[in-house]
């Protein structure tokens, strides 16, 4: 399956940005979606992700309350709506698809496919 990310951009602190990301090629619904950030010189980090069937969604602790992961089956595409951004929040967001086991969905090695990533930044 390949993905496609966009939607990242600029915006001030305490703003909103909407994330999606277009899959194609392949049986999106079969797999485990999630979003990963990787900031400047730091590595790339799990942010959250939603499960096969969308009954199940987890988060980063520090994301938690502001993001929020969603995904259209019968669109093959999925989002991350960010609230309340933060200057920390600013980071390459990346989509990714895979088919990890539940201890490992944080794991980034977890994940097969990945989209290109997409630009955050959130000015203080």
């Known amino acids: 399956v390949q993905l496609q990310a966009s939607g990242g951009g600029l915006v001030q602190a305490g703003g909103s940005l909407r994330l999606s990301c277009a899959a194609s090629?392949?049986?999106?619904?079969?797999?485990?979606v999630a979003w990963f950030r990787q900031a400047p010189g730091k590595e790339r980090e799990f942010v959250a992700t939603?499960?096969?069937?969308?009954?199940?969604?987890y988060y980063t602790d520090s994301v938690k309350g502001r993001f929020t992961i969603s995904r259209d089956i019968r669109e093959s595409t999925m989002h991350l709506q960010m609230n309340s951004l933060k200057p920390e929040d600013t980071a390459v967001y990346y989509c990714?698809?895979?088919?990890?086991?539940?201890?490992?969905?944080?794991?980034?090695?977890?994940?097969?496919?990945w989209g290109q990533g997409t630009l955050v930044t959130v000015s203080s």
């Open positions: 090629g392949g049986t999106f619904r079969s797999y485990t």
């Open positions: 990714a698809a895979g088919r990890p086991i539940l201890s490992s969905l944080a794991n980034v090695n977890a994940y097969s496919h």
């Open positions: 939603i499960s096969r069937n969308n009954n199940n969604a």
